[in-house]
């Protein structure tokens, strides 16, 4: 038992391990952002704060198309946000780039028009790539992240608006999860995100903490927790409806107002963690991220190595309690850790915690179905060694029977049944043992108990158990039989018969033979396991038994003695002959009608 639980710990320990390892290195990553998204990613209620102005296709029909459009469109849509002096919005981001001078007078006027209110972000970019660093010390290494170029607004328009960047980080799967908070760019400046920038503004428009304390990583990266799916701020107003007028002159007061590419063909929009199907355009990920800046509901994604350590010790001890287990009592633990792992992440991210929530739940769900194998390969094997240990006492179709109707029929602690009893003895075995060396005694002895051991099994009989030179056998137990009796009778002539060519064998062999005593009786015994609670014998004692043992001990050399009882039963079915009724056995106190079981009636 201590052996089968070291190995059933080291093999837990062993699989915990290597399930870890493989989460650790991003074996399960797909799926496991894949339950992370639907998961963490619900849709809200938005606050009506932030507005999305989309360069549409309706704006492309009235105004033209997007690349003939001179910056003087942006400039008047700019103005007409700021038309009402009681009600401009508190910040206007302008997600297109606007690198280079073109037209001198056209710039002039999108600068002018920017810088005369004081709320207009507008945005840049830098380049990423990897990049040769040499230390002081003369080390080099290669920066994965290094900012090689950065592209902002022309220097009229920079020097009249806030900047802030648009770059956006995909994970590995090519899924927007994360926000860039700000950029470290090579002259020393921190550049901060659009949405940043924005939020500041509003923030400083309104009273509101203009610096946030944002959980980011080495990369200035934070988790996103979108409000709403693709289209959810974008309310079907256009550009062309700004230079129009028609809108209602309070809609954007002190709000947030986001104008940006809304059309397929400017190929503007990304996949993101609030809907994989659906496409959501640039600016609309910006809105996102700007509401969850004013909801200043940020999260922190837990360390991978404290969530591996959790993982190792949470799965090695349920596969250790999974290994052989009953179902009854591995199912609900592993609903209980798989099912509640989920909800537990669930919860946790609403108190503001990303964790991984599928590298537990299934972890253990793995674990639980090849503990259910191993345990079923484990059973079959069990069930198989104790088939094959049960066949050497009792006929093959009596432990199929068993096999089948389970332990049950064995009649655990004992039972009243009605049986045949058969008891066999060696004649001479004694007087032979003298005078033989003990290796030919042994190999004498067990050539006979052989013989009486085949023809049990042989007719459907139980080998209960050797008692030196002596056999005992019963039948319609542990399960019931038919023709029982008969069969009890036929295993004796069975006998008889075949110890006929055995002692012609022995006598040429040692120059001696013995022969069988053989007696059969049936009624009622109680059968079942008996004994005591470390050591127990499944048998049966009563009176028939003892009948059967005292026909036995009476019964000549090559002599079948069966009694009064199994003549009845068997009727002329058997040639019997009987011995008389006033016969006494050792140990019973009346008169016995004894039987010679001669042979089979032809018919």
Known sequence: MKQKTIQRAGASLLCAAVFTTAAGLGVFYSPDQMLSDSLYQTPEALDGNIFVIGIDDRAMEDIGPYQTWGRDVMAMAIEALNADPENRPAAIGIDVLYTGETDPDLDAYLAEAAGAYGNVVTASVANFGTELVTEDTGAFYLEDYAVLSYEEPYEALKAVTTQG????????????????????????????????????????????????????????????????????????????????????????????????????????????????????????????????????????????????????????????????????????????????????????????????????????????????????????????????????????????????????????????????????????????????????????????????????????????????????????????????????????????????????ELLEKFGRTVSFGIGVHCGSAVVGNIGAEMRMDFTAIGDTVNTSARLEASAPAGKIYISREVADRLGDRIQVTSLGDGITLKGKAQKFEIFLLDGLSES
Request: hydrophobic share 45%.
């Open 165 to 504: 960047h648009i770059n956006a980080m995909y994970d590995a799967d090519g899924v927007l999860r994360h926000a860039i908070l700000e950029i470290d760019l090579p002259d020393g400046r921190t550049i901060p995100s659009f949405s940043y920038a924005i939020y500041q503004k509003y923030a400083a428009a309104h009273g509101l903490p203009e610096t946030l304390d944002v959980p980011t990583d080495d990369l200035h990266r934070f988790y996103v927790d979108f409000s709403a799916l693709p289209g959810g701020f974008y309310e079907g107003i256009s550009v062309s409806d700004l230079l129009s007028g028609e809108f209602p002159a309070d809609l954007f007061d002190g709000a947030i107002v986001l104008i940006g590419p809304y059309a397929a063909g400017l190929s503007d929009y990304v996949t993101t963690a609030a809907d994989r199907a659906s496409l959501m355009y640039g600016v609309e990920f910006q809105a996102n991220v700007i509401q969850q800046m004013l909801r200043q509901d940020f999260k922190t994604e837990v360390p991978g190595a404290l969530q591996a350590a959790a993982l190792f010790v949470i799965s090695a001890a349920c596969l250790w309690f999974f290994l052989g287990r009953k179902l009854r009592y591995a199912v609900p633990v592993w609903l209980v850790v798989a099912g509640g792992s989920v909800l537990g992440c669930r919860g946790l991210y609403g108190a503001g915690y990303v964790l991984h929530p599928l590298w537990l739940s299934l972890t253990v769900t793995i674990f639980f179905a090849g503990a259910v194998a191993f345990n079923y390969v484990q059973a079959a094997v069990e069930r198989r060694k104790i088939s094959n240990t049960f066949k050497r006492y009792v006929a093959p179709e009596i432990v199929g029977e068993l096999l089948r109707e389970g332990t049950d029929s064995l009649g655990l602690g004992g039972k009243l049944c009605d049986i045949a009893v058969l008891f066999v003895d060696i004649r001479g075995f004694t007087t032979m043992s003298e005078v033989l060396t003990p290796q030919e005694v042994v190999s004498i002895l067990n050539r006979y108990l052989t013989l009486t051991t085949d023809c049990i099994m042989k007719n459907h009989g139980t080998l209960d158990k050797f008692v030196g030179d002596c056999t005992m056998a019963i039948w319609n137990a542990p399960v019931e039989q038919e023709d029982y009796v008969m069969n009890a009778c036929k295993a004796a002539l069975d006998m008889v018969e075949g110890s006929k060519a055995l002692s012609q």
